[in-house]
């Protein structure tokens, strides 16, 4: 089956500065690749995704970025901010959307 | 409101007894997943179901039953429950086929098994 494996594990910014969160994924098939976010004792909430057909995609200081040769993803986080501080998983689709695989998780602190 | 349901949100129970933790989602939603979130390894998929009577096994299966006899609701049935199955419990729904693939999940159902 599919392996996604994420990078780093804990991760501290001063507010201001960009985080960047990296997954790699072993199933050349995933075509799917989205982000979520889940702040303490709440549900994972998706913030951004892309497709495999694109390499790219940008929402407001969010970015994600494919390489699909390599087989990696990042998320760009830009001029952070403590509302930001929260655990971020990514995740590698199969098979029409339906069969997931997560990252075990980037535990990221912002601080004022 | 739209909104992904999940009973109960808290559970404590003893090794054997058969329990069910109701998903229910009000979207019309076509796709339903339940995951299990373990510290350390993120969120790992149970089972999934593409519509009525339509289910498959994600990648942690062993010990968990599922149905979808109706489209809204996703039931997780653990007919021996064991303490390895102790964990936080999400269910999520996306649209489907042609309608969007963004997952909802629920608030989730945490297990202590005994």
């Known amino acids: 089956g599919e392996n996604v494996e994420q990078h780093p594990s804990t991760l501290s910014v001063q507010e201001g500065d960009s985080a960047v969160i990296k997954c790699t994924y072993s199933?050349?098939?995933?075509?799917?690749f989205p982000w979520y976010k889940q702040e303490l004792g709440k549900r994972p909430q998706l913030i951004i995704d892309i497709r495999s057909n694109v390499g790219e995609k940008k929402d407001q200081r969010i970015a994600v970025t494919l390489n699909k040769t390599a087989k990696h993803f990042s998320l760009h986080i830009t001029e952070t901010q403590p509302e930001d501080s929260a655990v971020y998983f990514c995740?590698?689709?199969?098979?029409?959307?339906?069969?997931?695989?997560f990252g075990s998780g980037t535990k990221l602190n912002v601080k004022p | 409101e739209a909104q992904v349901t999940q009973n109960p949100r808290y559970l404590i129970t003893v090794t054997g007894k058969k329990l069910t933790v109701t998903c229910s989602q009000n979207m019309n939603h076509e796709y339903m997943s339940w995951y299990r979130q373990d510290p350390g390894l993120g969120l790992r998929q149970i089972y999934y179901s593409m519509n009525v009577e339509v289910t498959d096994k994600g990648d942690v299966p062993e010990g968990y039953k599922v149905s979808r006899k109706e489209k809204r609701n996703f039931p997780l049935i653990l007919e021996s429950p064991s303490p390895n199955q102790t964990s936080l419990y999400f269910c999520?729904?996306?649209?489907?086929?042609?309608?969007?693939?963004?997952?909802?999940f629920g608030p989730g159902t945490r297990l202590l098994v005994l």
């Open positions: 995740a590698a689709s199969l098979y029409n959307f339906n069969k997931f695989y």
């Open positions: 999520a729904s996306s649209p489907g086929t042609g309608g969007g693939v963004t997952q909802y």
């Open positions: 199933d050349s098939a995933s075509n799917y």
